[in-house]
């Protein structure tokens, strides 16, 4: 159980263009979802907190316009990179927080995603 | 702020020899702990986790970590490693925000 996915797991996009990343809680629901961006060999950085059907928070430094962040439903938060660039090359992680407690698991706990690499040529 | 702290980049042992990995962390609220590892090109796994309750805790694959609160650590151990155990470990530290705070790593690296 707790299973988050992310889709793509790598995508190559132009300079300028837009891209679409999916973040999936496949078997619990999930009213809180972060948005993660690391750098090679470095931590993860939060980007942002989303909740279903509110606007997203943003962390300090994180351009809103660049980054938006949709949590419609309590299983699904995308993040789109708008005009993308070379320096938006990274790879994002998000994770998601359990409703509430359920067996083993406490609303403390974040269940990541695999993570998605993006390259910007 | 909560900060945390892993003052080793990289942790280099020989396969069966025990290992320590450091975490150092700051705040000045209630805090709950955790070690997540990370595989080449993988998401973040959940290693441990202190919520509350007993300071030492456990990992199935023979990882612990234990909490002292005076000392504001969360070590994370293992008496034997694997080479299968190479990976990038990070420590965090949250509140009842739900934040994450992540440590900036420590990769520990197996050696036969």
């Known amino acids: 159980g707790a299973v988050v996915s992310q889709h793509p797991s790598w995508v190559i996009c132009k300079s300028g263009t837009s891209v679409k990343i999916e973040c999936r809680s496949l078997?619990?629901?999930?009213?809180?979802m972060f948005w993660y961006r690391q750098f090679p060999k470095q931590s993860l950085m939060l980007m942002a907190t989303?909740?279903?059907?509110?606007?997203?928070?943003?962390e300090q430094g994180v351009e809103k316009d660049k980054f938006l962040i949709n949590h419609a439903s309590l299983t699904l938060s995308t993040l789109t990179v708008t005009s993308a660039h070379p320096e938006d090359s990274s790879f994002y992680i998000c994770?998601?927080?359990?409703?509430?407690?359920?067996?083993?698991?406490?609303?403390?706990?974040?269940?990541f995603g695999p993570g998605t690499r993006l390259t910007v040529t | 702020a909560q900060s945390v702290t892993q003052l080793d980049s990289q942790v280099p042992v020989f396969e069966e020899a025990p290992v320590e990995l450091r975490c150092n962390y700051s705040?000045?609220?209630?805090?709950?702990l955790f070690w997540y590892v990370q595989y080449p090109n993988q998401g973040l796994q959940l290693l441990l986790k202190?919520?509350?309750?007993?300071?030492l805790v456990e990992s199935i694959n023979g990882f612990e970590a234990e909490f002292n609160k005076s000392q504001t650590s969360f070590h994370l151990r293992k008496p034997s490693v694997h080479i299968s155990d190479t990976a990038e470990y990070f420590c965090?530290?949250?509140?009842?925000?739900?934040?994450?705070?992540f440590g900036s790593g420590t990769r520990l690296l197996v050696r036969p």
């Open positions: 994770s998601a927080r359990d409703l509430g407690w359920w067996g083993q698991r406490t609303s403390y706990e974040q269940y």
């Open positions: 989303s909740n279903e059907g509110s606007k997203a928070t943003y």
């Open positions: 078997d619990f629901q999930a009213t809180t």
């Open positions: 705040s000045s609220v209630s805090v709950y």
């Open positions: 965090a530290v949250s509140d009842s925000s739900y934040k994450l705070i």
């Open positions: 202190y919520l509350s309750g007993s300071t």
